[in-house]
């Protein structure tokens, strides 16, 4: 009997795995949490990926580890990919990656793959993992126009023509639509820039006209930081978004359209945010949440509906996370959590005790109990925020005394993730009061 259940149970479940989920992965570029209408900020018109959030699981405090590029996209998507963190993934070429990728286990557990978009990421190329692939962009486009049109649209397009093929077939399918924008150069149709008026264009409070950050080197703009500027680029930035968020609505119908919607996980994320003069920045090689986070948005069979999650987690958690939802086994060497507990229940806490961010040598940060340090080790300067009571970090209370002990604390769980991630930066020498 004990057998006969086991055998049974054995055969739902590879009829789950390999009969049932599509799964879909939409990727922006650059896109922060108030350039989608869930996240509740401005006027930004995101109607289709709202659905995706109305529909699943959406993640308010999704963190991208860092970088040791400019182009912050390249670590961002290496670490999806291959499951590890910065510093390993930084090590990876296309001869040593850690083990198989995202894709290569989809497709050995019965999925057929396709990608489509922009691919910078360390590693296989997506011609030698992917079953199927469309047109493959660079990180970074010297113009959207092309003679198959503008580039969200030929993505678009393509992504929903794999649907169609797909769907006439009893094989799940893993689709990867990797869409560049809204990374410059910010280019769409009038028609989505007129849907953003100059003024009323929303700025958060944290963008600040003057002199850019003294301790940040990559800023994609000159000094003094202007308001009128700055809303510009969140008008271009907006349109762009809204622009593809058309052609996610595409992909949805599609789906629908092949009845194969209420079987399909979807995913909508982007690999980091970007700053366009919060906290006297331009850019996106900077550590404040307006940067390092970035939408996750998950939905699909089995998973609540229209709910909001604060847990502080990691952009690439999603990585485990699909491998757990299809049944698959995470390899023990993959270094991100899945995210599956947190999914199905609000007061799950998050895997990571703590979050731990770097970019280059240039900066480091941890963030526990709402508080956020940052260090600056080239310049010796630092950084405190309460993101409780000052989310926009625009309070730096370092030097208040009773910062200290909570600097300390935040200072001990740093080293820790430095054993853990092979960070060697020195940094008790620089900042010898904050390290034991």
Not at 138 to 146: D, E, M, R, V
Not at 204 to 216: C, D, R
């Amino acid at each position: 009997m004990c057998k006969l259940v086991l055998t049974i149970s054995v055969l739902l479940f590879h009829f789950v795995v390999i009969g049932q989920y599509n799964i879909i992965v939409i990727e922006s570029d650059d896109q922060s949490n108030v350039a989608v209408g869930a996240y509740d900020f401005g006027t930004i018109k995101t109607p289709n990926i709202d659905k995706i959030a109305k529909s699943g699981v959406y993640f308010t405090n999704a963190y991208n580890m860092g970088c040791w590029s400019p182009a912050v996209c390249i670590p961002s998507r290496t670490m999806l990919f291959n499951g590890t963190y910065l510093w390993k993934a930084s090590k990876i070429t296309a001869k040593n990656v850690p083990g198989l990728s995202l894709t290569e286990r989809l497709k050995n557990a019965g999925y057929e793959t396709y990608f489509t978009g922009k691919w910078h990421a360390l590693g296989k190329s997506p011609k030698n993992t992917f079953d199927h692939y469309g047109t493959i962009l660079p990180g970074q486009l010297k113009t959207y126009i092309s003679t198959k049109g503008h580039y969200t649209d030929v993505v678009g397009e393509e992504s929903i023509a794999f649907i169609n093929e797909a769907a006439k077939n009893k094989k799940p399918f893993f689709l990867y639509t990797a869409l560049n924008a809204p990374h410059v150069p910010r280019q769409t149709e009038q028609k989505y820039y007129d849907m953003y008026p100059i003024e009323d264009i929303e700025l958060p409070p944290s963008v600040k006209a003057g002199p850019l950050h003294p301790h940040i080197k990559y800023n994609y703009t000159t000094a003094p930081l202007n308001l009128k500027t700055m809303k510009k680029r969140y008008q271009q930035n907006n349109a762009m978004v809204t622009h593809m968020d058309d052609r996610i609505g595409d992909i949805i119908t599609a789906l629908k359209k092949n009845g194969i919607y209420d079987n399909s996980i979807i995913v909508f994320m982007s690999d980091h945010g970007i700053s366009f003069g919060e906290n006297g920045v331009a850019g996106k090689v900077c550590l404040y949440d307006i940067s390092a986070k970035a939408p996750l948005i998950i939905m699909g069979p089995g998973i609540p509906k229209n709910t909001k999650r604060s847990q502080r987690i990691y952009l690439q958690d999603i990585y485990p996370t699909i491998l757990e939802l299809a049944g698959i086994k995470i390899p023990e060497y993959i270094e991100f959590n899945s995210l599956t507990p947190q999914i199905k229940n609000k007061v799950k806490p998050s895997p990571y005790s703590s979050i731990y961010l770097a970019m280059f040598n240039d900066q480091r940060a941890i963030v526990a109990d709402n508080y956020k340090l940052i260090l600056y080790p080239k310049t010796k300067a630092s950084e405190l925020y309460n993101l409780k009571i000052d989310p926009w970090e625009t309070n730096n209370i370092i030097s208040e005394k009773k910062s200290i002990s909570k600097i300390k604390k935040l200072g001990s769980a740093f080293l820790e993730w430095q054993k853990n991630t092979g960070d060697t930066l020195s940094l008790k020498n620089i900042y010898p009061t904050y390290f034991k």
